[in-house]
């Protein structure tokens, strides 16, 4: 029997490495709290990201349900983003006590479709909530234009992007944030963790005062914050993983490259497009089945691959606009292309460490689905 493939495996430095970088943790017993480790991580993402102010939590979910609390929104105001995504983005917005109203995605790379988001807008929008799906890069330029012309804020779900540049710029740079994640599944990973860029300096001390229960000084709790820091643990995983990321980033690729090799152009098959002035992080492979033109369902695909030991995900299956967390309350009709695409894609194994004979392995059982 072959050896089974998970879908993801996490990134992790070398073990002595690590225990090199926890070391001074030991003499100063300072380990959380915005300690050395803590402001060493964003210094260095400041750099690397090239954006003003970068702002570290304890995961991605915490960091976006922070900033967009930040954003000074009206309660009950609508924030306009998709269903075609992990469960924080939605929740993000309603744990807010905002409604989200959701928009379609284009059929081609996955992200908001922008000709549909005017007619979303009523005099109670307030917001946009994009996500940059599988790393793919949003529109940014078109939803600018929009959110200028209606005063509306951006803050963009980059949880999948990191890494990420659009003509040259990161996807840490556009709108008036954007949200990391860090999760051990993620690109770049702090164990757990996520991170929140933005240019604005209003906002440094407020969203660092929102992450340690609105302590502002040694005797001013200024309002009702949570606690959402990253610790010194988690940091120094990101220091050691941030020394090997453009590495991973390569290896990454090498694996994309040969499912491409292998699945690009099959009948009833779509891959995710290679886009346009964008540098990518190879964050995940979807593939979108047709059943009608490549004789097998989705579901068939999933099951031969389990059967072979190999890990696949419905990710994004089922759309948020679904959740039974929502009572009904949406009606994923109304953002039919998330519908069709949700029904059909699956995520394939990738990994760093993914070996290249392992992606012919996957590749082998699924063209063997083939009718
Ligand atoms: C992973 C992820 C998040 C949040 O991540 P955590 O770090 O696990 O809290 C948010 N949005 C999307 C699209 C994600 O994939």
């Given at each position: 029997m072959e050896h089974n493939i998970l879908v993801t495996r996490s990134s992790m430095p070398g073990f002595e490495e690590y225990c090199e970088e926890i070391k001074e943790l030991w003499d100063s017993h300072w380990l959380t709290n915005m300690g050395v480790k803590h402001k060493q991580l964003q210094a260095e993402l400041e750099n690397l990201l090239n954006v003003p102010h970068v702002t570290l939590y304890t995961n991605g979910h915490l960091a976006l349900e922070n900033v967009i609390a930040a954003m000074n929104l009206p309660q009950g105001g609508e924030v306009i983003t998709t269903p075609f995504t992990f469960a924080s983005t939605t929740h993000a917005i309603v744990r807010n006590g905002l409604t989200p109203v959701f928009c379609d995605i284009n059929a081609e790379d996955f992200t908001i479709d922008t000709t549909k988001i005017e007619s979303l807008i009523t005099d109670r929008t307030c917001a946009i909530v994009p996500v940059h799906v599988y790393g793919n890069v949003c529109d940014v330029e078109e939803i600018d234009r929009i959110a200028k012309k209606y005063g509306l804020k951006v803050v963009y779900d980059a949880a999948h992007a990191f890494g990420?540049?659009?003509?040259?710029?990161?996807?840490?740079?556009?709108?008036?944030?954007?949200?990391?994640?860090?999760?051990?599944?993620?690109?770049?990973?702090?164990?757990?963790?996520?991170?929140?860029?933005?240019?604005?300096?209003?906002?440094?001390?407020?969203?660092?005062?929102?992450?340690?229960?609105?302590?502002?000084?040694?005797?001013?709790?200024?309002?009702?914050g949570g606690n959402a820091k990253m610790n010194e643990f988690q940091a120094a995983m990101g220091i050691c993983n941030l020394?090997?990321?453009?590495?991973?980033?390569?290896?990454?690729?090498?694996?994309?490259?040969?499912?491409?090799?292998?699945?690009?152009?099959?009948?009833?098959?779509?891959?995710?497009?290679?886009?346009?002035?964008?540098?990518?992080?190879?964050?995940?492979?979807?593939?979108?089945?047709?059943?009608?033109?490549?004789?097998?369902?989705?579901?068939?695909v999933m099951d031969a691959l389990a059967e072979n030991g190999i890990g696949a995900r419905k990710y994004f299956y089922p759309l948020t606009n679904t959740f039974a967390a929502f009572h009904g309350e949406f009606d994923a009709n109304k953002t039919p292309v998330a519908l069709h695409i949700s029904k059909r894609v699956l995520t394939l194994p990738l990994y760093e460490e993914l070996a290249l004979e392992d992606v012919e392995r996957i590749c082998k059982v699924i063209l063997n689905c083939k009718k």
């Amino acid at each position: 029997m072959e050896h089974n493939i998970l879908v993801t495996r996490s990134s992790m430095p070398g073990f002595e490495e690590y225990c090199e970088e926890i070391k001074e943790l030991w003499d100063s017993h300072w380990l959380t709290n915005m300690g050395v480790k803590h402001k060493q991580l964003q210094a260095e993402l400041e750099n690397l990201l090239n954006v003003p102010h970068v702002t570290l939590y304890t995961n991605g979910h915490l960091a976006l349900e922070n900033v967009i609390a930040a954003m000074n929104l009206p309660q009950g105001g609508e924030v306009i983003t998709t269903p075609f995504t992990f469960a924080s983005t939605t929740h993000a917005i309603v744990r807010n006590g905002l409604t989200p109203v959701f928009c379609d995605i284009n059929a081609e790379d996955f992200t908001i479709d922008t000709t549909k988001i005017e007619s979303l807008i009523t005099d109670r929008t307030c917001a946009i909530v994009p996500v940059h799906v599988y790393g793919n890069v949003c529109d940014v330029e078109e939803i600018d234009r929009i959110a200028k012309k209606y005063g509306l804020k951006v803050v963009y779900d980059a949880a999948h992007a990191f890494g990420v540049k659009y003509k040259g710029i990161s996807t840490a740079c556009f709108g008036n944030a954007s949200m990391f994640s860090f999760h051990a599944t993620k690109v770049f990973n702090t164990i757990e963790g996520g991170a929140v860029c933005f240019s604005d300096d209003a906002l440094v001390q407020l969203l660092n005062d929102m992450k340690n229960f609105g302590i502002h000084g040694p005797e001013e709790v200024a309002f009702v914050g949570g606690n959402a820091k990253m610790n010194e643990f988690q940091a120094a995983m990101g220091i050691c993983n941030l020394r090997h990321l453009d590495a991973a980033i390569v290896k990454r690729k090498a694996v994309v490259e040969r499912y491409r090799s292998h699945l690009d152009g099959v009948e009833g098959i779509q891959l995710s497009p290679i886009q346009a002035d964008v540098e990518s992080n190879y964050a995940y492979f979807p593939v979108v089945f047709d059943e009608k033109k490549f004789g097998a369902s989705r579901n068939e695909v999933m099951d031969a691959l389990a059967e072979n030991g190999i890990g696949a995900r419905k990710y994004f299956y089922p759309l948020t606009n679904t959740f039974a967390a929502f009572h009904g309350e949406f009606d994923a009709n109304k953002t039919p292309v998330a519908l069709h695409i949700s029904k059909r894609v699956l995520t394939l194994p990738l990994y760093e460490e993914l070996a290249l004979e392992d992606v012919e392995r996957i590749c082998k059982v699924i063209l063997n689905c083939k009718k």
